[in-house]
């Protein structure tokens, strides 16, 4: 089955601002970047990178182990929505982030155009 975790708080949330926050379970889309295939292959293309340093490398490193999940949509808002739930759209950095990976294999989806 499906669970959560959840748990009430104690007292009243409040913003920075004063206001009071009230909590909301809304249907989120995230991108498995903890998939073992996915980072595996993350992984060796990072290994055969030249890069200009070690600390460059090790930020790499270090990004793709704490990368699982990530969240790529949002209730609310502009942007493209995403086809198969018409309800929310892509999350504005992934969105930016997306766009970026397609337009690098969009030729092959249109013919080399």
């Known amino acids: 089955g499906e ?7 104690e007292m009243p949330v409040m913003s920075r601002w004063g206001g009071e926050c009230v909590v909301a379970l809304i249907p989120q889309w995230y991108i498995t970047y903890g998939e073992s295939e996915w980072r595996e292959m993350a992984e ?4 055969k990178m030249t ?9 790499f490193e ?3 182990s704490r990368l ?13 929505r995403i086809p198969w739930d018409e309800d929310v ?4 950095l992934s969105e930016s982030s997306l766009y970026m990976a397609y ?3 969009a030729h ?4 080399g155009d």
């Open 3 to 9: 669970a959560i975790i959840y748990s009430e708080p």
């Open 44 to 47: 060796k293309c990072l290994a």
């Open 51 to 59: 890069l200009y340093s070690k600390e460059t490398r090790h930020e």
């Open 62 to 64: 270090r990004t793709l």
């Open 68 to 80: 699982n999940q990530w969240l790529c949509s949002d209730p609310f808002g502009y942007g493209t």
């Open 89 to 92: 759209v892509v999350e504005s």
């Open 103 to 105: 337009y690098t294999v």
């Open 108 to 111: 092959f989806f249109h013919d």
